[in-house]
């Protein structure tokens, strides 16, 4: 919630600007969405509860940043997100996933983020615990196993141990500053894991629900006997399975679940694409878009508001922020069923990407395809550069397949910097060696990728 209240609507659409290029309409409505989970947190208590958040509807072609938006919101606010598509439910009674699921899958993505930071609350903890438990693996106590030979003396200053004791606890110090100069990560110890083999559950009869496998799963889980495995492994490898496993004993999970949920609740973010694929004409008829309309049925309650259970415990989604989007090419937004339609006031029409935006989207971004190749070849000791002219023309030619087969917006960039660069990836490291600076110009790119374009025949095999 601090997080939120140190974000304006101003300050959260410059954050988006680093990863998405265009799109300002789209930035703030989402902007001013998530600036209203705070206001509504700090207003007076009797209205909380009466304010819902503006669900969002964007209509664009594929790859102009319809999720991407979405998913940088979500990591912005620090909240929980889960990204669904509205293709995958069936109507109930139909084979296929129930649009409960989603909620379900919400609170699982809360579970992970609250864990995550309980886990660093007690990571000190944890490691002190680790620390022991890897030094006891490498020399054991002397209350454990008894009288001990005499260790190695190698590393002791000229004092005499006056007892096998007194030497066990100095041998431990000394391979404990060791650990902590990291001079023993490769070193193999063997260490207990703790294991619980839950059996794959068959149901006879009739069909059985998600939630209900789910519980019975837990349930025998539960019954079982945690086992004990030694397994053999390097000190830098145990040391992540032993944090994990102590981090989890020292956190409450009750404690978890019920921040979950309401974090669920006031901050969570559902992502639903490919909403026009369940937007069907009032042309009537049945066949395989018979479930549709029955998808839209089933999945108005949870976006007006209403109580699913989880094996977590019970949320309630009236004030989850629904974000829903779609291409939009063969039905129309209208073709929702109305109450549907009612229920995502807010639209946003996301601008098919210029020249210029895919000019900018090589550039700008934090994380720009370019920047990525170059962080690739970094890893083998190879310099990867960019001139301005070869990314305008990388740009042209992206542009230009996309208006002469199929418009896939900034994916298309992925395709085209994959056929210019595949050559040089392959060659790493055989015969482009270490320490080679490679200068990516224009007559490379119109020489790798002019025929992407010339060739409209094969045009129709290009992704």
């Known amino acids: 919630m601090a997080n939120l209240e140190s974000l304006t609507p101003k300050q959260i659409v410059a954050e988006l600007d680093k990863y998405i290029i265009g799109q300002k309409d789209a930035k703030k409505n989402v902007a001013i969405a998530l600036r209203n989970r705070w206001r509504r947190m700090n207003a007076p208590e009797d209205m909380q509860k009466e304010i819902t958040p503006n669900n969002i509807l964007m209509i664009g072609s594929t790859g102009v940043g319809k999720t991407e938006i979405a998913r940088r919101l979500a990591k912005l606010a620090d909240a929980p997100f889960t990204k669904v598509e509205a ?4 109507e109930v009674g139909y084979v296929g996933r129930d649009v409960e699921s989603m909620v379900r899958d919400l609170v699982e993505s809360s579970i992970h983020l609250v864990q995550t930071a309980k886990k660093e609350e007690v990571k000190d903890k944890a490691s002190e615990i680790v620390e022991e438990i890897i030094v006891e693996a490498l020399v054991p106590s002397m ?7 005499k260790q190695d003396r190698v590393g002791f200053d000229n004092e005499v141990p006056e007892s096998d004791e007194e030497l066990n606890q100095r041998t431990r110090e000394l391979f404990r500053e060791k650990l902590r ?7 193999k110890i063997d260490i207990a894991v703790r294991s619980v083999n839950t059996p794959n559950i068959g149901v006879m009869g009739g069909p059985i629900d998600e939630m209900s496998m789910m519980n019975i799963s837990e349930m025998i889980g539960g019954m ?4 004990e495995k030694k397994r053999k492994m390097t000190i830098a490898d145990a040391r992540k399975v032993l944090l994990e496993e102590e981090s989890a004993k020292l956190i409450d999970m009750d404690e978890v679940k019920e921040e979950a949920i ?4 006031n901050l969570g973010i559902i992502f639903i694409d490919e909403i026009d694929k369940i937007a069907s004409s009032r042309s009537g008829g049945g066949g395989p878009d018979v479930s549709r309309e029955g998808v839209q049925r089933d999945m108005l309650p949870i976006v007006e508001g209403s109580t699913v259970n989880t094996k977590y415990g019970v949320i309630n989604t009236d004030h989850v922020l629904f974000i ?10 209208s073709d929702l069923i109305p109450e549907l339609q009612g229920r995502f006031p807010i639209r946003v029409e996301l601008q098919s990407l210029k020249e210029e935006d895919f000019y900018r989207i090589l550039k700008e971004p934090k994380s720009a395809l370019t920047k990525q190749y170059i962080s690739l070849l970094q890893s083998e000791g190879v310099e990867l550069s960019f001139d301005d002219e070869a990314l305008a023309e990388i740009a042209r030619i992206a542009f230009a397949v996309n208006s002469e087969v199929e418009n896939i917006g900034a994916r298309r960039l992925q395709t085209v910097m994959s056929h210019l660069l595949n050559d040089i990836m392959f060659d790493i490291p055989d015969v482009i060696v270490p320490n080679e600076k490679i200068v990516i110009g224009k007559d490379l790119v119109i020489e790798r990728l002019g025929g ?12």
Do not use: C, W
Not at 143 to 149: A, F, V
Not at 452 to 463: A, C, E, G, W
């Open 87 to 90: 293709s995958k439910f069936t």
């Open 143 to 149: 209350g454990k196993t008894g009288k001990k030979k």
């Open 324 to 333: 829903a989007a779609g291409a939009f090419h063969v039905s129309k937004p």
């Open 224 to 227: 079982l006997p945690k086992k």
């Open 181 to 187: 100069r990291g001079e023993l990560e490769n070193r």
């Open 452 to 463: 992407m374009v010339k060739n409209r025949d094969l045009s129709q095999y290009i992704l």
């Open 262 to 265: 309401r974090k669920a609740e």
